[in-house]
């Protein structure tokens, strides 16, 4: 794990000497809530709303959180500075903590905060260029009365699984569809088409996560003057669209030339270039940025 940077509870230790007990119900039952946060020139990028969306999710499954947004800002910073020299993935995992081999978190007196630092994902040219390639997702979305896509928690295996059914077919993300039939998002990103000049994005009443990236790209649409919905989405809407494109926090705007065998028409787009160019200011604007 050369590059790595951790810390448990707030002590920086070394990757190959992080230790958890296999008694966190974080390990045993995926109970946890982690936010990911990028650097811009060395500085944390929309660390506000990350932080909001970690207060959120940790609120949602009942979770304390034993510290203050500004204290996982200034954790974030110190990370940042430990490792080499580029820009930063940045995450932080609270975990319930350690128990007894129990569902009932009762016996977790104290969350668990793990901290994992390495050098920000890059993505290939050729997907920014010429698109990338997606399927839809066999695997159906969690419905929003089980494990509520909403919460940012550390049981993905929904989203594991669709990701493998992608690799299978030689794609760099699955779109999962809901119980209903409707479009999601994809594993790790958000799915936005263009049609007859209209960008469209699956609604949160769909059951997906807010992805903060996402919400800056509804803002830049509105910028642009650019019609916009958040709405109901079939498999159809999505094979009809003249554009495709993802977009996450590590990802930024990638338009999305293949979905399984079917070509998008327009790769990338004219539009989602534009929104891509605003997107790429907004990133920048020290507003941002702390």
Known sequence: MKGYVVSING??????????????????FGDSVYEVVRTVNGRLFAAGPH????????????LKLPHSAAWFERHMRAMHKKKPRTESYLRVIVTRGVGLLDLHPESCPKPNVIGI??????????????????????????????????VKSGNYLNNVLALMEARRE??????????????TECTTSNIFLVKGGEVKTPGLDQGLLEGVTR???????????LPVQECALTPDDLYAADEVFITS?????????RIGNHRVKLTPGRLTLRIANAYHDVLHNPANLT
């Open 170 to 183: 030689n794609a760099a993300e699955a779109l999962m569809i809901n119980a209903q039939g409707f479009l």
């Open 117 to 150: 630092a390495k050098a920000l994902p890059t993505w290939a040219d050729e997907h920014y260029a010429h698109g990338c390639k997606i399927v839809l997702a066999g695997i159906r979305r969690n419905l929003k009365q089980a494990t509520d896509p909403a």
């Open 215 to 225: 919400g800056f790209i509804l803002g830049v649409c509105r910028d642009l003057k």
């Open 51 to 62: 932080l909001r969306r970690l207060q959120a999710s940790a609120g949602a499954i009942g």
């Open 11 to 28: 002590r920086f230790t070394t990757a190959a000497k992080a230790q958890v007990s296999v008694f966190d119900h974080g390990f045993l």
């Open 249 to 257: 926090t590590t990802r930024d705007v990638m338009p999305v030339a």
